[in-house]
């Protein structure tokens, strides 16, 4: 398909059907409102599959483009581009621009690993967390409040899935180890599968039918056997990719944004599977609610729940409804994510020095540039 061809089917298709062939990738009414200005100025929307080197693939109603990222790669890390946007794109032109892209709903944020720590946006517009913890392992709970943690505060729901089930063949086991998951993550959904035997599978179908997800957990907890047991044996790859570039064919691997077979859209960025933490207090908060309901009661608005009287979280602790581990947890979360924001603010901090710096010598070049057009 030559580019001009897909201008002209791109201005005579109205909004209506590129909201057709967009809805399986998540573009509903709400975005097509928001995306009205940019179709004002001729602009098309397209989902973002993948960001590298300057440029990225997006999915239209014309088919996946690629285009360059040139607009939307400011220097704040977090405002790049990536899977997952909504971009409002050049229908033509050579190269094509990505000129803009919609305000997330919500967003994956991780920790870089280096010593200057800066937040790495992952992905862009997910409903729905799903947390993958092995049954082949114990249940390492600490470790499941972890990526609550970050599914929360990206704004996603957070869902758990505790995978390979036919390890476990007694149904009460089972249904304890359910239990315990679902005791550590309150107002989330906990549900067990195996991939091998496909039992429950078909309810985490329903589950992801309804949005965008990732798939996150520790390596080796059965992501990847999940992911393939979604999209099933016909769809691999990026099964939607047409060449509309008139430059060849566009093949690639990736599969980084697919649309299942059942409905909905996975997004399985390599990046994204083994997260860390970036400025998740919001998130930490919302895994312990219970413990912050109950501080709501402490005497002292900065009770450290140590030793202070009238403290609701240790009579909570004593009473027995709060385990000793929850609030152990709680806290250890809470430390890692201070140590996060302050090597953050460290780095922000050294950013500034340097930009004062920077503009205290140009402030002494003008002054004497100044003082020799007075001379
Ligand atoms: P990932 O690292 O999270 O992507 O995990 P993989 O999908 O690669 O799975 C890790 C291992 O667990 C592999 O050896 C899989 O064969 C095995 N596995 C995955 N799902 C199941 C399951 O439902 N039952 C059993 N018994 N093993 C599974
Ligand atoms: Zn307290």
Request: glycine share 10%; proline share 4%; net charge negative.
């Amino acid at each position: 398909m030559s580019s001009s061809s897909f201008a002209s089917s791109s201005s005579s298709s109205s909004s209506s059907s590129s909201s057709n062939s967009l809805a399986a990738y998540g573009w509903d009414a709400d975005w097509e409102a928001e995306f009205a200005p940019y179709a004002a100025q001729g602009l098309v929307p397209g989902r973002v599959v993948r960001v590298d080197r300057g440029q990225c693939d997006v999915i239209t109603a014309a088919g996946t483009i690629r285009a360059d990222t040139e607009y939307v790669t400011p220097r704040d890390p977090l405002k790049v581009l990536c899977t997952g946007d909504w971009a409002a794109v050049d229908p033509d032109g050579d190269p094509r621009f990505v000129r803009d892209y919609l305000t997330r709903r919500t967003s994956f944020v991780r920790s870089t690993s280096s010593k200057r720590s800066e937040g790495q946006i992952l992905a862009a517009n997910v409903d729905h967390a799903i947390i993958a913890v092995s049954l082949a392992a114990e249940l390492d709970l600490g470790r499941v409040e972890r990526f609550l943690a970050l599914g929360w505060e990206s704004g996603a729901q957070p869902v758990v899935v505790l995978t390979k089930s036919d390890l476990v063949p007694d149904p009460v086991t089972l249904g304890h180890l359910v239990q315990d998951v679902e005791t550590t993550a309150p107002g989330v959904p906990v549900l067990a599968l195996s991939a091998e035997t496909g039992d429950g599978v078909e309810v985490l179908a329903a589950v992801v039918g309804g949005g965008t997800s990732v798939l996150l957990g520790q390596s080796g907890a059965g992501k990847s056997t999940l992911a393939n047991a979604l999209i099933g044996d016909d769809v691999m790859g990026v099964q939607a990719i047409r060449d509309v570039d008139g430059k060849g064919r566009h093949t690639t691997t990736t599969r980084n944004l697919l649309v299942l077979p059942g409905g909905g859209v996975l997004i399985d960025t390599p990046g994204l599977r083994g997260v860390g933490l970036w400025d998740a207090e919001t998130g930490v908060g919302q895994v312990f609610a219970e413990i912050e309901e109950l501080a709501a009661d402490c005497r002292f608005h900065d009770c450290a729940h140590e030793s202070e009287p009238g403290c609701a979280v240790r009579a909570a602790l004593e009473d027995g409804t709060l385990p000793e581990r929850r609030l152990e947890s709680y806290r250890k979360l809470l430390r890692e994510n201070q140590r996060i924001v302050a090597k953050t603010d460290a780095r922000l901090r050294a950013e500034l020095r340097r930009e004062w710096r920077l503009k205290g010598a140009e402030g002494k070049a003008a002054m004497e540039a100044k003082r020799g057009r007075w001379r």
